[in-house]
């Protein structure tokens, strides 16, 4: 997506402005319902969005998605206690790992119902923006590589290549001063992420 089309999310920074997801995070610690389902209704649309198509066949008879998206913002916001309220990027990235999680889980129990072996390939036939990037095969060196950079450039890129967020997006969710720097961000933090796959392999 580039930084000159209309995004298909829902616009996160409207007039008037919404309150940041630090904000809500640190309203949700303190026991507010309302900040909790504001979050809900924010982050909702966004995983759904990254979850489709990752569940094999085998598994998506047993479990809607969408249920498991839902399972995954309410185990979040449960588990906010140790959370320190950062940068919304930073809660996309905690957000797409207890999904990421709770994805291998369901398609590990579904090995009981199926003749299909485990896997920890997390997409089928339908291609994520990551796997026409980088490719199914090289999944796992892609998330071996992932943890060993930086958080910001962590997050830069799973918001860029998983989220398919615009650079001004990230710029906004990471707290980069513009769209220019959250591009160059995204650009060294691609390389040191082929160096690490590299190394990996």
Do not use: C
């Amino acid at each position: 997506m580039g930084d000159n089309e209309i995004s298909s999310r829902p616009n996160l920074r409207s007039d008037p402005p919404l309150e940041s997801t630090a904000v809500l995070i640190g309203r949700v610690q303190a026991g507010d319902a309302t900040a909790r389902e504001q979050l809900v209704a924010r982050y909702l649309p966004i995983l759904k969005r990254w979850a489709h198509g990752r569940l094999p066949p085998h598994a998506r008879d047993l479990v809607d998605t969408g249920d498991l998206v839902q399972v995954t913002l309410l185990r979040a916001l449960d588990h906010l206690g140790t959370f320190e309220p950062r940068r919304e990027g930073a809660f996309l990235a905690y957000l797409r790992q207890t999904l990421m999680n709770l994805l291998r889980n369901e398609i590990r129990r579904s090995v009981h119902h199926s003749a299909q072996p485990i896997s920890d390939d997390l997409v089928d036939e339908r291609a994520s923006l990551l796997d026409q990037v980088i490719g199914k095969e090289v999944i796992e060196d892609y998330e071996a590589g992932l943890a060993t950079l930086p958080e910001a450039m962590q997050e830069a890129i799973i918001l860029k290549l998983e989220f398919g967020f615009s650079h001004r997006e990230i710029a906004d969710a990471i707290g980069s001063p513009s769209p220019n720097a959250a591009r160059m961000l995204v650009s060294r933090a691609l390389v040191k992420l082929s160096k690490a796959m590299n190394e990996h392999r």
